[in-house]
Nanobody, 133 residues
Framework: QVQLVESGGRMAQAGDSLRLSCTVS????????LGWFRQAPGKERDFRKS?????????????YYADAVKGRFTVSRDNAKRTVSLQVTSLKPGDTAVYCC?????????????????????WGRGTQITVSS
């Protein structure tokens, strides 16, 4: 089974930038669809559509972003390092959340697939970003 470990979350101020990374192990990385979801700290980790942040398909040619983060967040993957990253800029207090990396090797490239939490079989435990004004 795929194992996902996130890192990079920290305390930040509004307007700051940082980079979240997720290291993937357990199987071949190349064919995985990868994404990021988020939930407010303390909430149950039961992701739904509104928790979607960003996703990238297996070959890196298709990406999707939630409206709230478009233009500020960038998702990318590095097959050699077996990582998926989320570069975040212009942080807002509303970005405060636990960010979880997700993966599944069978997903296609449509938003209905990459943007749906129930489609992913593997989840990381998350890394928290806390943004103060």
């Amino acid at each position: 089974q795929v194992q996902l470990v996130e890192s990079g979350g920290r305390m930040a101020q509004a307007g700051d930038s940082l980079r979240l990374s997720c290291t993937v192990s357990g199987r071949t990385f190349t064919n995985l669809a990868l994404g990021w979801f988020r939930q407010a700290p303390g909430k149950e980790r039961d992701f739904r559509k509104s928790d979607f942040v960003a996703a990238i398909n297996w070959n890196g040619e298709t990406t999707y972003y939630a409206d709230a983060v478009k233009g500020r967040f960038t998702v990318s993957r590095d097959n050699a390092k077996r990582t998926v990253s989320l570069q975040v800029t212009s942080l807002k207090p509303g970005d405060t959340a636990v960010y979880c990396c997700v993966a599944d090797k069978y997903l296609g490239s449509s938003f209905g697939q990459l943007g749906s939490a129930y489609m992913y079989k593997s989840w990381g435990r998350g890394t928290q970003i806390t943004v103060s004004s």
